[in-house]
């Protein structure tokens, strides 16, 4: 199986501020991944696929990049409804993977 | 509009059978895979399975072979997850979500269904 590692698992952070999430994959896999937002009681909702591309609907201050083993999540410029739980999910092969999941809370 | 709707909460003792459902809507529901996310309480998520609902053609991950049985009815666009025999172990939140971008059944996973919370006590 790929293990997929998101770091940090939790991160405080101000309204404002600028925050990276990164996952490694244990293996290449291309840039078949995508990023994922929960809401405590909330089903997951999707930021970005394919490591890079916003998915519509998605505020532009959010920004995926990577290819291969490294990929990270960048939030510009934090706002109040951006403190949530995230995590990345890698599509590249069987079985389907999650990073563990980023907790982003208000300092 | 694109949407899943799945079934509503659960409770069920340890031994019992259950078959949660998600149904699709508002797409072509025989074209996307429907995959199976659990997701345990104050856990993160979980990939088990996914099935195209077109041939029925299921994949799991070894965590959850043999655990839950993951089915499909095309002629009413919904996709299913069973269990035969319930553990205390099974208490989560399981999602439904529509796979896209996929290749060889590995997907991306774009819309989600709202979960369905199943608990399992004695």
């Known amino acids: 199986d790929i293990q997929m590692t998101q770091s940090p698992s939790s991160l405080s952070a101000s309204v404002g501020d600028r925050v990276t999430i990164t996952c490694r994959a244990s293996q290449g896999i291309r840039n078949d991944l995508g990023w994922y937002q929960q809401k405590p009681g909330k089903a997951p909702k999707r930021l970005i696929f394919a490591a890079s591309s916003l998915q519509s609907g998605v505020p532009s201050r959010f920004s995926g990049s990577g290819s291969g083993t490294e990929f990270t999540l960048t939030i510009s410029s934090l706002q109040p409804e951006d403190f949530a739980t995230y995590y990345c999910?890698?599509?590249?092969?069987?079985?389907?993977?999650f990073g563990q999941g980023t907790k982003l809370e208000i300092k | 509009e694109v949407q899943l709707v799945q079934s509503g909460a659960e409770v069920k003792k340890p031994g019992e059978s259950l078959k949660i459902s998600c149904k699709g809507s508002?797409?072509?529901?025989?074209?996307?895979?429907i995959g199976w996310v659990r997701q345990m309480p104050g856990k993160g998520l979980e990939w088990m399975g996914i099935i195209y609902p077109g041939d029925s053609d299921t994949r799991y991950s070894p965590s959850f072979q043999g655990q839950v049985t993951i089915s499909a009815d095309k002629s009413i666009s919904t996709a299913y997850l069973q269990w035969s025999s319930l553990k205390a172990s099974d208490t989560a939140i399981y999602y439904c979500?529509?796979?896209?971008?996929?290749?060889?059944?590995?997907?991306?996973?774009?819309?989600w269904g709202q979960g369905t919370l199943v608990t399992v006590s004695s």
């Open positions: 979500a529509r796979g896209v971008y996929c290749s060889g059944g590995t997907c991306y996973l774009d819309y």
């Open positions: 999910l890698q599509h590249y092969s069987y079985p389907q993977t």
């Open positions: 508002g797409y072509s529901f025989t074209t996307y895979w």
